[in-house]
């Protein structure tokens, strides 16, 4: 091997290293889910749901996706849905009336 096909396979070999390693951190940086503000909501009234109940209830009324997220983030997922949208206890997806109780769940 001469000089120069030995630092063009060095500079592929650096590449691929450097591009698996910047994937991998958009990866990481892709599944991080940043809660925010707002209360906290029940899945179905289960404040501790299981993590095949969290996966089937932000697919069903809410569809999302929830991929291979941690239980600790779909819950955040499913706050932040809540949150952003206004739900209200009954999962209507209409805006919840302006009041100070918006987004607390009704017992």
């Given at each position: 091997?001469?000089?120069?096909?030995?630092?063009?396979?060095?500079?592929a070999f650096?590449?691929?290293s450097?591009?698996?390693s910047?994937a991998?951190?958009?990866?990481?940086?892709?599944?991080?889910v940043?809660?925010?503000?707002?209360?906290?909501?029940?899945?179905?009234?289960?404040?501790?749901?299981?993590?095949?109940?969290?996966?089937s209830h932000?697919?069903?009324?809410?569809?999302?996706?929830?991929g291979?997220?941690?239980?600790?983030?779909?819950?955040?997922?499913?706050?932040?849905?809540?949150?952003?949208?206004?739900?209200?206890?009954?999962?209507?997806?209409?805006?919840?009336?302006?009041?100070?109780a918006?987004?607390?769940?009704?017992?």
């Amino acid at each position: 091997m001469n000089r120069r096909s030995a630092c063009l396979s060095f500079l592929a070999f650096l590449k691929t290293s450097l591009l698996s390693s910047v994937a991998l951190a958009a990866q990481e940086v892709a599944t991080t889910v940043s809660r925010l503000a707002g209360p906290r909501w029940s899945v179905n009234g289960d404040w501790s749901p299981s993590l095949e109940e969290i996966r089937s209830h932000l697919r069903s009324a809410h569809g999302i996706d929830p991929g291979v997220l941690a239980i600790d983030d779909l819950i955040t997922l499913h706050d932040n849905d809540h949150n952003r949208r206004g739900y209200t206890a009954g999962h209507s997806h209409k805006k919840a009336a302006k009041s100070s109780a918006k987004g607390y769940a009704k017992f």
